[in-house]
């Protein structure tokens, strides 16, 4: 079955190919489960591996992040350290706004810092992460860029380097103010980028506990007790944006990623987030659709010596099935067209889209297989009467 689906934009989209193998090669389980629900506002489902998305509920709607937000503020501080402008055993004095504002007289959460004392950079980090610390964070922000809000300056930065698009940071704590705020995918994307580039330090969102100042406190992270295989990450609450969560877990060879926010308790983010991990670590199938180097279509050229030029993908395309219905997958290859000639060989030139449900679920470049140069001018001359013909229909 083939179609071309026009935007105004004139972005053609050819060859919606129904992924047929995926019919034989995952078998379905009968009727058709319920439709997955969440209590969530937001939510996202992401697969470690591919960034194929497997779930998701606006996960572009922004909401107050709470100690979410401290995910950035672990970013700016782990890229610091690697890079070299930081040391782990480098000490950063606690001043009396940090001890007031995230400290024992905050009534917030805090690793208990004593005014006026002087903490290595290892110990406020494990602080921010294993104990949600608001007075770790304002410690290594001062410390580091002088003042919260000039930090802040260096989160933005980092988010817009890291394609975190609609997600704007006020503070490094995550404490309510004004503009600050996130979006489940932002987030998500900013988990992957810890887990993948920050190996030396990830280690450390699962560890159980830590002590500081005589005090002993247990991770935030529910998911680390479920032997359900968690690593990673945190939580977060504001009386605004309600109960939130960042998770990963490693099982059977998979690595998933969720995010949610919006829940009204405790016990409902907790438990969303257990049944979503189970549901997506058992719903789906991993399937190879196309192995590196394969053709997945072929692309109109205008002005050329051929009339179309074959698409290759350079890695893998790698899709999570439904187990229940492999007919929901559909992959269509997409690109501006008809290409203009000269086209050269390896040039990108569109993507293919594996879609579940007509949702994205991930997208990958296509490059062109050969090179295609000018035609004659007689070529050239017909397929501009073609252009002159139907070119009107790529401006509906």
């Not at 208990?112 to 610390?133: D, H, P, Y």
């Not at 100042?213 to 529910?222: C, G, H, L, T």
């Amino acid at each position: 079955m083939s179609e071309i689906v026009v935007s105004r934009n004139k972005l053609a989209v050819f060859g919606s190919l129904a992924v047929a193998c995926l019919l034989s090669a995952s078998a379905a389980l009968g009727a058709d489960p319920a439709i997955v629900e969440t209590k969530a506002k937001q939510a996202l489902i992401v697969d470690g591996e591919t960034g194929a998305v497997l779930f998701e509920k606006d996960p572009d709607t922004r909401f107050r992040p709470a100690s979410l937000a401290k995910l950035m503020t672990m970013e700016v501080v782990f890229e610091a350290i690697e890079s070299g402008r930081l040391s782990p055993t480098q000490e950063f004095p606690v001043s009396e706004h940090a001890w007031r504002t995230g400290g024992a007289p905050s009534g917030t959460s805090t690793m208990f810092a004593k005014l006026n004392s002087s903490v290595s950079v290892e110990a406020l980090i494990r602080g921010t992460i294993v104990q949600a610390a608001n007075d770790a964070a304002i410690v290594l922000a001062e410390g580091m860029a002088g003042s919260e809000e000039a930090f802040a300056g260096l989160m933005n930065q980092t988010a817009q380097t890291l394609g975190l698009t609609h997600s704007t940071f006020v503070n490094p704590t995550g404490l309510p103010a004004e503009g600050q705020a996130v979006t489940a995918r932002d987030l998500v994307r900013l988990a992957r980028h810890i887990q993948a580039e920050h190996g030396q330090f990830y280690g450390i969102y699962a560890e159980p506990s830590f002590e500081w100042n005589k005090i002993f406190q247990r991770n935030r992270n529910p998911l680390l007790t479920m032997n359900i295989g968690a690593t990673g990450m945190g939580t977060g609450y504001t009386e605004a944006a309600g109960y939130s969560i960042i998770g990963v877990t490693e099982r059977e060879g998979r690595t998933t990623f969720i995010a949610l926010g919006g829940l009204e308790s405790i016990k409902d983010r907790t438990e969303e987030a257990r049944r979503l991990l189970d549901w997506s670590n058992t719903a789906f199938r991993r399937k190879q659709l196309f192995a590196a180097g394969d053709a997945v279509g072929a692309a109109t050229v205008f002005g050329g010596g051929q009339a179309e030029v074959k698409l290759l993908t350079r890695e893998a395309v790698v899709a999570y099935v439904p187990q229940d219905r492999p007919d929901r997958v559909t992959a269509r290859v997409r690109y501006a067209g008809p290409l203009r000639a000269p086209i050269a060989a390896g040039q990108q030139v569109g993507e293919i889209e594996v879609r579940i449900d007509d949702k994205v679920s991930i997208a990958q470049p296509l490059f062109a297989a050969e090179s295609v140069e000018q035609g004659t001018f007689a070529a050239r001359a017909l397929d501009a009467a073609q252009e002159l013909a139907f070119g009107w229909i790529r401006s509906l």
